[in-house]
């Protein structure tokens, strides 16, 4: 059989493809797997890095707000737009598949269409409660439409039928045990551990509300709580000035874990009693699979506010609470922890509600529809 990929853009779109794509590849060493995506993206570099071959085409976004840099943007985006359709022809009659497969961005929407007037079988799959442009406009060509979450159907054409299979894990994510994480990471089995990631990046406002948090705990309670905390590019410079505007002398506190990013995310999310996060679909799926009480802030910074309805469908299950980061203050985040340090019962409530939404297996049952619909 013969498997082409399409994503591309952000992790949250290439490594759910590429999750599904070696659980085949183990399943099915025979199995021939190709990628398209775009060559100055994300894809270019996890691709090949992954054993893929990837199959090039340029596709940009179309930016709404107005400025000259979007207005640039969007008559590139045009141009791309106009040969995209071309270059997809290519590459599916250069790879001939069986079954092709979108996983999200831009990249997806030409290449399944013309899959689908030429007769392919196709699979697109959507990682968020809020579905994309891309997907809409999909979902009248393709054969298979999966979902990561039941509510995404209630903004999707109901004349189709969908499949609820959740978003693909990390092995390493459902597997990693909270004590090995603890004495990897030097925490104390019973000290309440706190993780706080704010984006690669890092977010301005997120920082100065953790300053806030940390300055309340290491004062409040020295010694008891084990903060790991992402600054993010932005915040390397940033947080260690606010904290010391603070009066935290953050340098000489043990158990203070402040970095740019996070490498080892697997066993610090399963060391963790409660984590505080932005709200991509890939996050909230291993928070949900490792049974995690959250604080989520969605970044603004994102098509359609996605991450917002991502948030709400654990806010309203009772697994995370949810502030959009324009009303985020350090006051309101350390009442929030404060009221979850405070009180054992409402933290194991919120992980088991987190746990109640898990979906671990979301790989085999997504590879199970493309090797279905590829005619194995």
């Known amino acids: ?156 054409d109901p004349g189709r039928e969908y499949i609820v299979t959740g978003n693909p894990i990390r092995e390493e994510i459902v597997f990693a045990s909270r004590k090995e994480a603890r004495n990897k990471l030097n925490i104390p089995q019973n000290q309440f551990c706190l993780l706080s990631v704010g984006g690669s990046l890092g977010a301005q406002r997120i920082n100065e509300a953790v300053a806030d948090l940390i300055a309340w705990h290491t004062k409040e309670h020295p010694g008891k709580i084990h903060h790991i905390h992402a600054t993010g590019s932005y915040g390397v410079e940033l947080l260690p000035r606010l904290l010391k505007e603070r009066g935290v002398d953050y340098e000489h506190i043990p158990n203070l874990d402040i970095r740019e990013y996070i490498n080892d995310m697997a066993d610090c999310m399963a060391a963790a009693d409660l984590v505080i996060s932005r709200a991509g679909s890939l996050t909230l799926s291993e928070l949900e699979a490792v049974g995690r009480a959250s604080i989520l802030i969605p970044s603004p910074n994102v098509a359609e506010n996605h991450q917002y309805h991502n948030a709400m469908v654990l806010a309203n299950r009772g697994a995370a609470v949810v502030m959009e980061e324009k009303n985020l203050t350090g006051e309101w985040l350390r009442g929030q922890v404060e009221e979850f340090y405070a009180n054992p019962d409402k933290l194991a409530e919120y992980s088991r509600s ?23």
Not at 2 to 15: D, K, S
Not at 45 to 62: D, H, K, S, T
Request: charged letters at 20%; glycine letters at 10%.
């Open 1 to 156: 059989m013969r498997i082409l990929f399409a994503c591309g853009g952000t992790g949250g779109h290439i490594n759910p493809a590429l999750a599904v794509a070696n659980y085949i590849r183990s399943q099915s060493p025979e199995t021939v797997i190709g990628f398209v995506g775009n060559p100055k993206g994300m894809e270019a570099r996890l691709v090949p890095q992954a054993g893929y071959e990837m199959y090039p085409i340029r596709v940009l976004g179309f930016q709404r707000r107005p400025s000259l840099h979007n207005l640039k943007n969007n008559c590139m985006a045009v141009c791309y737009l106009v040969s995209s359709g071309v270059r997809s022809k290519q590459i599916l009659q250069e790879f001939q598949p069986d079954v092709v497969v979108g996983t999200g961005g831009y990249v997806s929407g030409p290449v399944l269409r013309m899959a689908a007037k030429m007769k392919i079988p196709t699979v697109t799959h959507e990682a968020n409660a809020y579905p994309g442009v891309t997907t809409k406009l999909l979902c009248r060509y393709v054969d298979k439409v999966l979902l990561t979450v039941e509510e995404a159907k209630r903004y999707l």
């Open 354 to 376: 987190a746990s109640s939404m898990a979906v671990v297996d979301a790989v085999r049952r997504i590879a199970q529809v493309v090797e279905e619909m590829g005619g194995k």
